[in-house]
């Protein structure tokens, strides 16, 4: 779960981000004091939830998401009880009073973590898994047009904002999705999230460094929030391969 966090107050964010640092699915990317810099940030990102003020000086939380186009899922904070009608008006997953106790705000990123999963399961419906010849295909839309990949020959998944790119034997192919969405499509036992930017093929893996795999030549990153399931997968499939050639 990607998410952004807006508070003009400095100890309010420093609260929120040692609960959220807690919650191993979250991924703050950012934070702002400025409701302004958040907005310019999320003409070019993509996140799943905003952690969001409502008394701020510029633009109130209220107002925020009226000035986006498609707004995240959207989680209120605040000191004020008396916005709590207009919040859920907005349609809102939640809405926290401080001082924010960790197991209330557990409670509301639990919220939002269905709602993304519900939403997902609907959106991957634009991008079909088949079988041709006994091979698993994907067909991943790319603007006006269907293209048809092989999964055993996507190397990686690179996202960019509002776009990810999938990395091929064949070049890369561009297309509107979040990568969480691509996660629900590619099998689970054949792919993984090794940074909130990029999810890799285990079998395109060529070496594993301190702080990145190489693919293809390219080094790609292991963040701190990926790192211990990643090596965790990758020992067990290290001794399940030991074992097989004990056995034989």
Known sequence: MNCILIDDEPAAIDVLKFHLSSIPFVDLEKTFRDPLDALEYLQKHTVDVIFLDINMPKLSGISFPKFLQNPP????????????????????????????EFNRLLQAVMKAQQLLEK??????SSAEVSNDGGEQTIFIKS??????LYIQDINYVESDGNYVTFHTGKGPVLARYKLSEVLEILP????????????????????????????????????????????????????????KSKDD
Do not use: W
């Open 143 to 148: 603007g006006s047009e269907f293209h048809q």
């Open 188 to 243: 689970k036992e054949l792919f993984i999230r090794i940074h909130r930017s990029y999810v890799v093929a285990l079998k395109h893996i060529e070496t594993v460094k301190k702080y990145c795999v190489v693919i293809d030549a390219k080094e790609i990153p292991i963040s701190s929030n990926y790192r211990e399931e990643f090596l965790a997968m990758i020992n067990e499939i290290s001794k399940k391969g030991a074992a």
């Open 73 to 100: 899922l959207i989680i209120f904070t605040t000191a004020y009880s008396e916005y709590a009608l207009e919040s859920y008006e907005l349609k809102a997953v939640d809405y926290l009073l401080k001082p924010i």
């Open 119 to 124: 939403n997902s399961s609907i959106k991957t």
